[in-house]
C-alpha cells in the first residue's frame, strides 16, 4: 500500500465513524 492509499484509508474511516456518531 502507498503512503496515499493509506492517508485515503484513515479519512475514509474518519468520515464512517463521524457519521456513525451523529
Known amino acids: 500500500m502507498n503512503m496515499s492509499q493509506i492517508k ?3 479519512i475514509i ?5 463521524s457519521k456513525l456518531d451523529s
Open 13 to 17: 474511516s474518519l468520515v464512517i465513524t
Open 8 to 10: 485515503a484509508y484513515k
